[in-house]
């Protein structure tokens, strides 16, 4: 989302380096190589397990680590280009964003759930996929 500024002719637009999407809210900066972070992206976990993948962990990568540089999330099914938690054993991605959107609970018997689609509309409205 643009914004107007008093001092600048042009639209400024605050983009995270991270998962490459807009944002707003507080911001970690760089400003010698103009490299930003939201804040979210900035504290998430090096690691974590998710529900809808309950059998390896999933790492927090800061690219991804494929030969097209993108992934596929396996959760809002939309192509990403930054922050992803992926599985290295099974090729399984999300954005970063994905990761802490609700799963429903884990069914008795069920190896993994999968995660809800968003059918087009990401749960973060800020979100602009990469």
């Avoid at 400024?12 to 380096?17: E, I, Q, R």
């Avoid at 290295?88 to 759930?113: N, Q, R």
């Amino acid at each position: 989302m643009e914004s107007k500024h008093f001092s600048h002719i042009h639209g400024l637009v605050f983009h995270c380096s991270g998962c490459r999407s807009s944002g707003s809210g507080n911001v970690y900066a760089c400003w010698k190589c103009n490299y930003f972070l939201h804040e979210h992206c900035f504290r998430a976990s090096r690691s974590l397990t998710h529900p809808a993948h309950p059998h390896h962990p999933l790492t927090l990568m800061s690219y991804p680590t494929y030969p097209s540089t993108q992934f596929f999330c396996n959760s809002c099914n939309l192509v990403g280009s930054g922050f992803c938690y992926c599985c290295s054993e099974c090729d399984f991605d999300v954005h970063v964003h994905c990761a802490h959107t609700a799963a429903p609970p884990l069914l008795s018997g069920s190896a993994s759930v999968p995660l809800p689609s968003f059918n087009g509309a990401h749960p973060f409205p800020s979100y602009v996929p990469s």
